[in-house]
């Protein structure tokens, strides 16, 4: 039973990071506010995604098909909802200066701010519970809705994979980011204000 159980966490850590990992609106969003303000923005903003991941990794997991039936119901709602926001995000950014944040980014409210803001973004793409449900079913494991340990420990591992990458992101951006000089800084905050956009534009016209 415990070596079931551990390699149920391996697979959930192994899936959970890798489906956090392609570099999206999100991760262009955790760069951004780790170059702009302080750490601990960008690494808020990567818990709150890693927290909408879990969720949808929870989801997939425990086999919740009335929540699945619902996500699916709404999907044109939640994605329109997602491609505005994500749209207003990246004006923002754009028009904005680089280190405008650095003064007030570890406060309580704009941490707050932070985490919920890429947890709902996050959410905001339900094709995340079909990339879970096409990675379980690769890694061989089923909904484990009848054995509430097991399905536990697999979410877990998501939660563990998921925040793994987003700290780990968030770290090495911080890292660098002394070494870039302010020219530099505006063109990436540029840069992220369009790829935002673009994401958005995409998003909305996948839904015509």
């Not at 089923?142 to 987003?166: C, M, N, R």
Request: charged share 10%; net charge neutral.
């Amino acid at each position: 039973m415990a070596t079931t159980l551990l390699i149920l966490f391996i697979k959930g850590t192994l899936i959970g990071f890798a489906i956090a990992a392609p570099v999206g609106p999100i991760g262009i969003l955790c760069i951004r506010r780790t170059l702009s303000g302080r750490y601990a923005l960008g690494l808020f903003t990567g818990l709150g995604a890693g927290l909408a991941d879990t969720f949808y990794g929870a989801v997939a997991g425990f086999g919740l098909a009335s929540i699945s039936d619902f996500i699916h119901h709404y999907d044109f709602y939640i994605r329109l909802f997602g491609g505005f926001l994500i749209a207003w995000i990246g004006v923002s950014i754009f028009r904005s200066h680089p280190r405008e944040l650095s003064q007030d980014s570890s406060s309580e409210g704009s941490l707050i701010q932070a985490f919920t803001s890429a947890f709902f973004l996050t959410l905001s793409n339900p094709i995340t519970l079909l990339a879970f449900a096409a990675a379980f079913a690769a890694m061989g494991i089923k909904p484990v809705h009848d054995s509430l340990s097991q399905a536990s420990i697999l979410v877990a591992g998501v939660f563990v994979g998921a925040t793994t990458w987003w700290i780990s992101l968030s770290t090495a951006v911080h890292l660098m980011h002394h070494k870039l000089s302010e020219t530099q800084l505006l063109w990436i905050n540029r840069s992220s204000g369009i790829m935002l956009f673009g994401f958005s534009i995409y998003i909305l016209l996948s839904l015509l």
